[in-house]
């Protein structure tokens, strides 16, 4: 069985941190691509990052680029985002996914193959 489960959410006030982690199970992590997308109440779900299988593409949505760090770890099966100097803004259920193949598109939520049922994050001013 396929699965992958976020965890590390919380609530946190403005300049805080937090690391989220995505513990992957059921397929071969190493040959996947995983991004991390944010959804806020009322809000489309967003791209955040995305960290190919190796090291060569990494990616950031603007508004988190200085302050977020993806990482993974294959021997582990496991990625993680590092939000430092969290802002109100950054609030949402945060979600890992795994794609065989993004192409160029790592922020289309379409292009992923599995998907973690989400953590919260909750910022607070």
């Known amino acids: 069985e396929v699965q992958l489960v976020e965890s590390g959410g919380g609530l946190v006030q403005s300049g805080e941190s937090l690391r989220l982690s995505c513990a992957a199970s059921?397929?071969?992590?190493?040959?996947?691509?995983i991004g991390w997308f944010r959804q806020a109440p009322g809000k489309e779900r967003e791209a955040v990052s995305y960290?190919?299988?190796?090291?060569?593409?990494?990616y950031y949505a603007e508004s988190v680029k200085g302050r977020f760090t993806i990482s993974r770890d294959n021997a582990k099966n496991t990625a993680y985002l590092q939000m430092n100097n969290l802002k109100p803004e950054d609030t949402a259920v945060y979600y890992c996914?795994?794609?065989?193949?993004?192409?160029?598109?790592?922020?289309?939520?379409?292009?992923?193959?599995?998907w973690g049922q989400g953590t919260q994050v909750t910022v607070s001013s």
């Open positions: 996914a795994a794609a065989f193949s993004t192409g160029n598109n790592w922020r289309y939520s379409s292009r992923y193959d599995y």
């Open positions: 059921g397929f071969t992590f190493d040959d996947y691509g």
């Open positions: 960290h190919s299988t190796s090291d060569e593409a990494i």
